[in-house]
Each structure stands twice: as structure tokens, then as C-alpha cells.
């Protein structure tokens, strides 16, 4: 067994309810998951449901409550004393949080309580959800950059991005994941960057998209993301929430040629389009680093495509992704259908 330990995940919890309630030993089981006994056993203690018998969810929920009360308790909230006074000094007198870091340990050097350090500033800023006081409190800082990190000096990172097509900019609906139709997109490279597959995934359904990619440029880019986004109804294309990457300089006559909106994540901040780069890792299983892609028909990539898309999830209730977006198109057909 590996010596590095690892938390259970949600598919070795399903073994662990399905096996145990088989009548297998802990033993067998943990051998069937390459874990020990004890922590089988721990598991069965801490997942009992009110029935007594081991539940899955009841096992997760108790992972969550320790996990979190393990946090240590955040130090800036919002409406404290002690927030009060750093937003005001970072907003209206232009104070860097490092200046606000030190003046507040020259004025508490004995009372480490009403103190804070410069990072923690900085996580508080950029911690803030979007809207008006996060664009206020970025605003103030020197750099003024939507996400922590390097600034691209890169064409992709800058003028290729209209301030308009910035993420921050949005609207509210697609970051709540309210309707479908809203996409995030990126590209997996192959070996050496010479051949790549565009990766399509909808916010709401986590349904996946894979694209043949004749080339790494942005005509590559722009024809096969146009072809297989055609392939789906008008009304499952809203809007594409992409990186800065150079393969999307032909954004203009993507949004022209499927009529969609399209938005661009902050420099270096992968989590914006999280759902995208959560499946980008899972499809590397199919398309591992270092591979040549070049040979990847786009028949294969349909195929894995359908594989991720009938996999249960439980972010949708452990129905499918291809479950989630057929109901969706229904719903919108039926809604059609009454209205006329």
C-alpha cells in the first residue's frame, strides 16, 4: 500500500455501503480499495445513519464537519472593528496592505488579536465575492489586478481582451449556474504542444463537449469549436467563458458565427471556469500528458465524450450529465409548445 494517506472519495464510500451491506469483511474490503482495516472501520462508526446502518452521505457529512472545524477561524470579517478600519485605510486613504500590516503591529505590538498580516489582507480582497465592494477593493491596490499573481505582459493576456469581455462583467446568472446554455472552454495540449483538443463543458448540465483540432492556432480553434457547438441546439449556446490563451484571438467571429456571448477569466486563474478544469484532469485518464493527440479522430473523442457525459454525478443529484441536459432541452420544447 501506498504509504501516503489519502481521504476517502465518494466512489469508495458507494464500495464500502455496497460491499459492507454484501456482508464482506473489512478486510475484504479494504483490501478491494488497497486501504487498511481500521479505516474501513472508522468509516462504518462515523457513517451511521439514524437507523444505525451505514449511509454514504452520513459519512461525508461528518468528513465535512471536521474538515471544517478544523479551519483556523478567519481573521478579517466583514462588519468587524478590525475590517472596518483596513477597508477604510485601503480605500480611501490608498494604503498598501503591507503599510496597513505594519501600522497595525506598531499600534497592537502586545495583542496579536488586532493584528493582521499583509497576506491575510490580500486573501480577504480577493476572497470577497464579485460585485461592488470586491471591484471597490481592488480598485485601491497599486497593481489593480483582478486575481493574485503575475501580470501577463503577453498579447493573450492583455489587449487581445476588451475590458467588456472581462469575467468580472458577467452577469449574475451564469456564475449561479441558474440556466444552461453557458459554456467554459480551454484547450489539453499534447506532447510538446504540438497537437491539442478543445475541451467544451455547460455550467449547469457539466455536460462535455471534445473537439478535433486541426493545429494549436486560433483558426484551428475557431472552426472545430464552431463545428461541434453547431451540432447543438440554438438554445444550449448562450455564452463561452474561456482563458486568456492565443487560440482564442478569433473570439469575434466565434461569437458572430454561433451567435453567443463571450467572457474571459482573469490572468492565471484556472478556477474561474473550475467545471472546465475539473474535467479537463479526468479526461486526462483518456488523453495522459505527453501524448501525441494528432491522431485523435474526432469519432474517439465523441466516444470518450459519451463516456464522461453517462457518468452519474453527484453535483446533479447522481443523474448524468446527458440525463440533466436532455431534461433541459425538454423543458424548453415544452415551454415552446404552451407558449404557441
Same mark, same amino acid.
Given at each position: 500500500?501506498?504509504?501516503?494517506?489519502?481521504?476517502?472519495?465518494?466512489?469508495?464510500?458507494?464500495v464500502?455501503?455496497?460491499?459492507?451491506?454484501?456482508?464482506?469483511?473489512?478486510r475484504a474490503?479494504g483490501?478491494?480499495?488497497?486501504?487498511?482495516a481500521?479505516?474501513?472501520?472508522?468509516?462504518?462508526?462515523?457513517?451511521?445513519?439514524?437507523?444505525g446502518?451505514?449511509?454514504?452521505?452520513a459519512?461525508r457529512?461528518?468528513?465535512?464537519?471536521?474538515?471544517?472545524r478544523s479551519?483556523?477561524?478567519?481573521?478579517?470579517i466583514?462588519?468587524?472593528?478590525l475590517?472596518?478600519?483596513?477597508?477604510?485605510?485601503?480605500?480611501?486613504?490608498?494604503?498598501?496592505?503591507?503599510?496597513?500590516?505594519?501600522?497595525l503591529?506598531?499600534?497592537?505590538?502586545?495583542?496579536?488579536?488586532?493584528?493582521v498580516?499583509h497576506?491575510?489582507i490580500y486573501?480577504?480582497?480577493y476572497?470577497?465575492?464579485?460585485?461592488?465592494?470586491?471591484?471597490?477593493m481592488?480598485?485601491?491596490?497599486?497593481?489593480?489586478?483582478?486575481?493574485?499573481?503575475?501580470?501577463?505582459t503577453?498579447?493573450?493576456?492583455?489587449?487581445?481582451?476588451?475590458?467588456?469581455?472581462?469575467?468580472?462583467?458577467?452577469?449574475?446568472?451564469?456564475?449561479?449556474?441558474?440556466?444552461?446554455?453557458?459554456?467554459?472552454?480551454?484547450?489539453?495540449?499534447?506532447?510538446?504542444?504540438?497537437?491539442s483538443?478543445? !475541451?467544451?463543458?455547460?455550467?449547469?448540465?457539466?455536460?462535455?463537449?471534445?473537439?478535433?483540432?486541426n493545429g494549436?492556432?486560433?483558426?484551428a480553434?475557431?472552426?472545430?469549436?464552431?463545428? =461541434?457547438?453547431?451540432?447543438l441546439?440554438?438554445?444550449?449556446?448562450k455564452?463561452?467563458?474561456?482563458?486568456?490563451?492565443?487560440?482564442?484571438?478569433?473570439?469575434?467571429e466565434?461569437?458572430?458565427?454561433?451567435?453567443?456571448d463571450?467572457?474571459?477569466?482573469g490572468?492565471?486563474?484556472?478556477?474561474q471556469?473550475?467545471?472546465?478544469?475539473n474535467?479537463n484532469g479526468?479526461?486526462?485518464q483518456?488523453?495522459?500528458?505527453?501524448?501525441?493527440?494528432s491522431?485523435a479522430? =474526432?469519432?474517439w473523442?465523441n466516444?470518450?465524450?459519451?463516456?464522461?457525459?453517462?457518468?452519474?454525478?453527484?453535483?446533479?443529484?447522481?443523474? !448524468?450529465?446527458a440525463e440533466?441536459?436532455a431534461?433541459?432541452i425538454?423543458?424548453?420544447?415544452s415551454?415552446?409548445a404552451?407558449?404557441?
Open positions: 500500500m501506498d504509504g501516503r494517506y489519502k481521504h476517502l472519495n465518494c466512489e469508495e464510500r458507494s464500502i455501503f455496497a460491499e459492507h451491506r454484501r456482508g464482506a469483511s473489512l474490503i483490501s478491494l480499495l488497497g486501504r487498511h481500521s479505516t474501513i472501520s472508522r468509516e462504518l462508526r462515523r457513517g451511521q445513519g439514524d437507523d446502518h451505514y449511509s454514504p452521505a459519512g457529512h461528518c468528513h465535512d464537519a471536521r474538515r471544517l479551519r483556523r477561524p478567519r481573521r478579517l466583514e462588519g468587524s472593528a475590517h472596518i478600519w483596513v477597508r477604510g485605510k485601503l480605500e480611501h486613504l490608498r494604503w498598501s496592505p503591507e503599510q496597513i500590516a505594519g501600522r503591529r506598531a499600534m497592537h505590538p502586545d495583542d496579536p488579536d488586532r493584528r498580516s497576506e491575510t486573501a480577504a480582497i476572497a470577497q465575492p464579485r460585485g461592488g465592494l470586491k471591484a471597490a481592488i480598485e485601491a491596490l497599486r497593481q489593480r489586478k483582478p486575481a493574485r499573481g503575475r501580470r501577463r503577453t498579447l493573450a493576456g492583455s489587449s487581445m481582451v476588451p475590458e467588456s469581455l472581462r469575467i468580472i462583467h458577467r452577469p449574475e446568472e451564469i456564475e449561479a449556474r441558474i440556466v444552461p446554455g453557458h459554456w467554459e472552454g480551454d484547450l489539453i495540449k499534447g506532447a510538446f504542444n504540438r497537437s483538443v478543445g !475541451t467544451l463543458v455547460e455550467r449547469k448540465t457539466r455536460f462535455v463537449v471534445l473537439c478535433k483540432m494549436n492556432g486560433a483558426e480553434a475557431l472552426e472545430s469549436s464552431t463545428r =461541434q457547438m453547431k451540432r441546439p440554438a438554445v444550449m449556446r455564452s463561452m467563458t474561456y482563458d486568456r490563451g492565443s487560440e482564442m484571438a478569433c473570439h469575434p466565434l461569437a458572430r458565427r454561433l451567435k453567443i463571450i467572457w474571459f477569466c490572468p492565471h486563474a484556472p478556477w471556469r473550475g467545471s472546465n478544469e474535467t479526468l479526461l486526462r483518456f488523453m495522459p500528458k505527453g501524448a501525441d493527440l491522431d479522430s =474526432q469519432t473523442l466516444d470518450v465524450a459519451n463516456l464522461m457525459n453517462n457518468r452519474p454525478r453527484k453535483t446533479l443529484g447522481w443523474k !448524468t450529465p440533466a441536459m431534461e433541459e425538454a423543458a424548453f420544447n415551454t415552446v404552451l407558449e404557441t
